[in-house]
């Protein structure tokens, strides 16, 4: 049986964007790329919450172990799938990710800058925050045709749905996990691009405190490594 490979994708993505980076794998895996609750064809579901969502992840994953792999918001996520079922996931590999904000004054003013944010998306058109989310500074820098594509399946939300996530699962919404890194026993991979400055000194202090775990750095990437370099984050995948 071909190992099972879970993909969780980033913040007004959906699971179609990790097609690049199955097409590289090959036939090896079971790849599992269901969206996130708030996004694409689970843009209706709730609750949009990270216990729910954690729920989805492991059913879909079936009972066998699994490897799991997130971008951002993705990656964040899958930290606390580990964390709280660290007997099914046997490997994580996190791109572009944080385990979010250990200073409570700073979550705070991420939670209200976060639900600022969700009120203008519910007043905007879906094209219209896609194309305002695609100059945000972190994402700047994608080369063309990844850009088209990250925009096409942006349109796959809705503003409501990617309201939601964004109130549910966003960086002020899901406790810190900074405090319990050290209690990942399981494999770690970091891949974070080169020139994704903010993330790779977070990616850098994640690994100090993992007890096993390595960072990739993507040579002229940004953060959305998986779109700019879908073959490095295959090579990544296949490493161990």
Excluded at 47 to 55: G, K, L, Q, R, T
Excluded at 152 to 176: E, F, M, V
Aim: overall charge negative; proline content about 6%; aromatic content about 4%.
């Amino acid at each position: 049986m071909a190992p099972t490979v879970v993909f969780l994708h980033g913040f007004t993505h959906t699971g179609r964007s990790w097609q690049p980076v199955i097409t590289a794998l090959g036939e090896s895996y079971t790849s599992v790329t269901d969206d996130i609750r708030g996004h694409g064809d689970a843009s209706e579901r709730v609750p949009v919450s990270s216990d729910a969502v954690i729920d989805d992840v492991l059913a879909a994953a079936g009972p066998e172990r699994f490897t799991l792999v997130g971008y951002s918001m993705g990656g964040r996520i899958a930290l606390h799938v580990a964390l709280l079922a660290g007997d099914r996931v046997q490997r994580l590999v996190l791109i572009g990710a944080s385990p979010g904000i250990a200073d409570e004054r700073e979550r705070s003013a991420r939670r209200q800058a976060d639900e600022d944010l969700a009120d203008e998306i519910e007043r905007s058109s879906i094209d219209e925050f896609a194309r305002r989310w695609a100059q945000t500074p972190v994402l700047a820098g994608l080369p063309p045709a990844a850009l088209q594509t990250a925009h096409a399946d942006r349109l796959r939300s809705t503003p409501a749905g990617l309201a939601r996530a964004l109130r549910g699962l966003g960086t002020g919404a899901l406790p810190s996990l900074w405090e319990r890194l050290g209690e990942l026993s399981i494999p770690v991979t970091l891949v974070v691009g080169e020139r994704d400055s903010k993330f790779r000194a977070t990616a850098v202090e994640m690994a100090r405190r993992m007890p096993e775990a390595d960072v990739v750095v993507v040579p002229v990437a940004g953060h959305a490594v998986h779109l700019e370099a879908p073959e490095a984050i295959a090579r990544a995948l296949t490493l161990r």
